[in-house]
């Protein structure tokens, strides 16, 4: 089993539209989660941090389940801007693993006029 | 340019031959990642070093690949014997330790094995 998990889409909505994806991951020990974007041929980078509480930055939402070990990102009134690939990160448990940082598959996401 | 830069950009080498990347971290960042992606797939973890020590390698990484950082400052990744399945982009990251999760990446090198 993967340590990390998404479904790969591609994801085609219309702009305005609200778009969900998903993530689990394999570690019940992990701590601190992740979700960063990639645009076609460029670098990854960061889009926000998944706290226990959820939380919100804009028109985007994360969420935690530890229970079910399962992360999302919401993403409300899509924007043609945000169509890039979104990558969930793990970060590792404890020790030398701690500062290791696992990223699943993505999921593509395609906005359209 | 204070960012993570990477050289070469591109490298295109024949079956078993060396290559060797090599990565300049943002100054103050005392983390340098490398990773591998190759098209439709997310970054897989090679590994990463804290100042000069290698902390953790990934268990998939075979005897091929070593990367070192001599000085605590830039890292080089060497791979002997390429393989075709070596084709990839290798991103190099760094990060401040302190740092909650981010991750700053260079635009990656990309090795093409004919």
């Known amino acids: 089993r993967k340590e990390v998990e998404q479904d790969p889409g591609p994801f085609n909505v219309p702009e305005g539209a609200t778009v969900a994806f998903n993530c689990t991951y394999s570690?019940?020990?992990?701590?601190?989660f992740f979700w960063y974007r990639q645009d076609c041929r460029k670098e990854p980078k960061l889009l926000m941090s998944?706290?226990?509480s959820g939380n919100e930055d804009g028109r985007f939402t994360a969420q935690l389940n530890r229970a079910s070990q399962y992360i999302s990102l919401l993403i409300r009134d899509s924007k043609l801007s945000d169509s890039a690939t979104y990558l969930c990160?793990?970060?590792?448990?404890?020790?030398?693993?701690?500062?290791?940082?696992?990223f699943g598959q993505g999921t593509i996401l395609t906005v359209h006029p | 340019d204070t960012g993570v830069s990477q050289d070469p950009r591109h490298k295109i080498t024949k079956r078993g031959q060396n290559v060797t990347f090599r990565c300049d971290p943002i100054?103050?960042?005392?983390?340098l990642y490398w990773y591998r992606q190759t098209l439709g797939q997310g970054p897989e973890f090679l590994t990463y070093f804290q100042n000069e020590a290698q902390l953790e390698k990934s268990r998939l990484l075979s005897d091929r690949f070593s990367a070192e950082r001599p000085k605590g400052s830039f890292s080089t990744l060497e791979i002997q014997r390429t393989e075709q399945g070596d084709s990839a982009m290798y991103l190099c990251?760094?990060?401040?330790?302190?740092?909650?999760?981010?991750?700053?990446f260079g635009e990656g090198s990309r090795l093409t094995v004919l």
């Open positions: 100054s103050e960042h005392n983390r």
């Open positions: 570690n019940s020990a992990s701590q601190s």
């Open positions: 998944v706290y226990s």
């Open positions: 990251a760094s990060s401040w330790q302190a740092n909650t999760g981010e991750l700053f």
């Open positions: 990160v793990v970060r590792g448990s404890g020790g030398t693993s701690y500062g290791k940082l696992t």
